[in-house]
């Protein structure tokens, strides 16, 4: 009896015998169908070459596809456990063909695979074609099979269309009799709907296309889609009638019960099925970059998995059961599926996070949704306040709380939920406007709720496919931006990077699918409605972009690859500025760009010289380890229990990003040998070595307490290494010196340079206190008010000379007041002084102030002996002194 594994090799190897290309399975994110959450289907991954929009070297091809059916319009999460063959996650076997052969080898090949491959039995096997489709219907004729076992059905059953335009056409399937002991007709019967008559193929002839008026035409290239469910032909070739009694599903249900301690089968069974379903839909899901979230399909695989959650509590687990079973799905599937086990620890993490936290409220709902239940009449359904109070307080979604009244025979005012639900939006939305532009705010917000919330797909790709949901120019929705424009797109999925976290926005091109020459210029993105809307700023270059558009969304790739190195070499400067100045060490802002990066971070003083080489060869010690940047989903308390830093500035949700990366020489605490550990949303390299190299600039004051380092990485670091050596050169030909020599040579010149510039400084001041050329000995003080007073208006002295001139100038009358006007070019340096025997009566702050106000000036500070200001216009000089000398008089 031939196993899962065998029955997908033996389908793959017969098509690759027939000419076919094995094509690995695509992810299950979907990148070129934006109407899709998940994969569910063989041929999504070759959508483009069906349209004709992509080529490849193959026009044969044959896969084993991963799908998933557990959210949107293809949802089965309801039905798994309770039915023989519904599943979240299956696989499809499929054969294609593009533009090569058509029907007749199709349904050669169909048949001989099943027939002799599989070698099941002609005489249980019937087919439908199209009831037009008499050339399908004569094939199978001549194949063997009798009239009486060819049924024409005149439904859309046996009429396949990719949408309501697009390439379409009619299909032929294959029915296996399962006998006259189980209940069902025939396919077109009165009785199909049961379970006698099962269909394991299904064959498309795409051979048309269908467009708007209705109107319909041959395609240039016909092509063959095909697909036969492995878990439904498995069941079969095993001999039963229920996909959950195949090799595989037995051994998850083995595994399920021995983790349980309870009987894989008997009244438990169902219990085991979902966990078993379950389990393989998550993990293949985590294996693909889909995280557990509260929004878009992070929430559909949270709702899965606590959904299996649950009925391992019903089977009366007290410690998580989901993780314990991951070995066993990597050792039925691991080979098949090289992903599922090289993020083995991921999923196991994961699934154990979730449970823990789970269980901690899987308890109390259960209580509540008791207590509910026990107020009501028995066959009330469950008030829809209830059950949103389930999904609001403790993360019940409505189908698990649907799923635990199933097994009590009652339902849920979903009406009253819904009512619930929308009623906790606008209080949201209120909130929220109330505190900004209420306008544009309640414009995000209408977008958000009318269904244009926006998943990002860019931790895992640079390009995908979507649908234009709104478009906003000048703060209002319109219909569409026309050629030139400038405007906002949201599309309802995109691997376009919004600017936040110290990230700035990814760039790059929005194109119409239909036509790729209608290009649109992503400058910016932007997060509203409380990050559920992306927002991308475009000017449209080419064509006209409208609501509803299949668009194609391409970030520089370039632009994108440098801004990550920037990133992540930002986490290794953040530690190692904590290793080599201490643990006060703390971000306080940051910049990542393309270009370069900057980092601000909590230290009240320059760094040396050596504390600057240090915390430069450490970051490019541990670029060249060259170890993976992992990424976790966590708790912030969790994060923060193992070590994890938090950004500042940052706001965290439920869930947070753990991004670790390097290996550290010694352990450090509970991070164990992780040298950086931090929280963030960013986009990060593979491998540390993918940062290149880090060029530390330098380091300077950015505030009180906070210094800011510049760094570059990658090309521009390379860059300027190359500049700085050419210089080197440049420097050591104009020396006449050898390169060895430089510094010391540079050294002397400046030293030659600083005593210059005292000497030049000394000549100022003495010029300054001899009145300036042409003033004769200087500057007298006249007396107001019993107090002398000295003001002089100065050129070619910089505001720095002011202080020490007005020390000499107070020594000089002994008592009273001075003040002095720099008119330095471009800008005017004020400053007063006070002798201290007259600071109790007269502060220099006043005199500075008001010379710097008469001037067009604001404020200047300081002591009641020293203060000092600026404004821009020397020309009010004489209106400046006179405000000081009012301030005298009193």
Known sequence: MPSLNDIRSTFLNYFAKQGHEIVDSSPLVPRNDPTLMFVNSGMVQFKNLFTGVEKRDYQRATTAQKCVRAGGKHNDLDNVGYTARHHTFFEMLGNFSFGNYFKEDAIRFAWELITEEFQIPKERLYTTVYHTDDEAYNIWKKMGVPEDRIIRIATSDNFWQMGPTGPCGPCTEIFYDHGEHIWGGPPGSPEEDGDRFIEIWNVVFMQNEQFEDGSMTALDMQSIDTGMGLERVGALLQGSHDNYDTDLFKALIEASAHATSTDPYGDQNVHHRVIADHLRSTSFLMADGVMPSNDGRGYVLRRIMRRAMRHAHLLGAKDPVMHQLVPSLVQQMGQAYPELGQAQALIEETLNQEEVKFKQTLDRGLKLLDDELGGLDDDAPLPGAAAFKLYDTYGFPLDLTQDALREKGREVDTDGFDAAMAEQKAKARAAHVGSGDAAEAALWFDIAEEGGTTEFLGYDTETAEGQVLALVKDGDLVE???????????????????????????????????????????????????????????????????????????????????????????????????????????????????????????????????????????????????????????????????????????????????????????????????????????????????????????????????????????????????????????????????????????????????????????????????????????????????????????????????????????????????????????????????????????????????????????????????????????????????????????
């Open 480 to 890: 569409s931006l026309e050629e030139g424009a400038e405007g906002w797109v949201v599309v309802n999925q995109t691997p376009f990077y919004a600017e936040s976290g110290g990230q700035v926005a990814d760039h790059g091109i929005i194109s119409r699918l239909e036509n790729r020459g209608d290009v649109s210029n992503v400058s910016d993105v932007h997060k509203f409605a409380d990050g559920k809307v992306f927002a991308h700023k475009v000017t449209v270059g080419t064509g006209t972009i409208t609501k509803g558009d299949a668009v194609a969304l391409d970030v520089d790739h370039e632009r994108r690859k440098a801004i990550r190195a920037n990133h992540s070499a930002t986490h290794l400067l953040h530690e190692a500025l904590r290793d080599a100045l201490g643990d006060h060490v703390a971000q306080r802002g940051s910049l990542n760009a393309d270009d370069r990066l900057r980092f601000d971070f909590s230290h009240n003083k320059a760094l040396s010289a050596d504390e600057i080489a240090r915390v430069a060869l450490d970051v490019n010690a541990y670029i060249r380890q060259n170890t993976a940047v992992e990424t976790r989903i966590m708790t912030p308390d969790d994060a923060r229990d193992i070590g994890a830093q938090a950004l500042f500035g940052e706001k965290y949700g439920d869930e947070v990003r753990v991004v670790s990366m390097g290996r550290a020489n010694t352990g450090k605490g509970q991070n164990g040998d992780t040298y950086s550990l931090e929280l963030c949303g960013g986009t990060h390299v593979k491998q540390t070595g993918d940062i290149g190299v880090f060029v530390l600039l330098g380091d300077s004051a950015s505030s009180a307490g906070v210094r800011r380092i510049e760094a570059l990485t990658g090309e521009a670091a390379f860059t300027y290494i190359e500049a700085e050596a050419k210089r080197a050169a440049d420097v050591a030909a104009a020396l006449k010196a050898q390169p060895s020599e430089i510094v010391d040579r540079v050294k002397a010149l400046l030293d030659e340079r600083k005593a210059l510039q005292n000497e030049v400084a000394t000549l100022r001041r003495e010029l300054a206190m001899a009145g300036g050329a042409g003033q004769g000995d200087g500057p007298e003080a006249k007396e107001i008010n019993g107090v002398k007073f000295l003001a002089q208006v100065l050129t070619g002295v910089s505001g720095k000379d002011l202080p020490p001139l007005i020390d000499e100038h107070k020594s000089r009358i002994e008592s009273g007041a001075v003040l002095l006007i720099a008119d330095t070019g471009d800008k005017v340096a004020v400053a007063a002084g006070v002798t201290d025997d007259v600071t109790g009566d007269l502060s220099a702050v006043d005199l500075v102030r008001a010379a710097v106000g008469a001037l067009g000036g604001k404020g200047g500070g300081g002591r009641p002996d020293l203060a000092q200001g600026g404004a821009k216009d020397a020309s009010n000089s004489e209106a400046a002194i006179a405000a000081a000398e009012a301030v005298i008089g009193g």
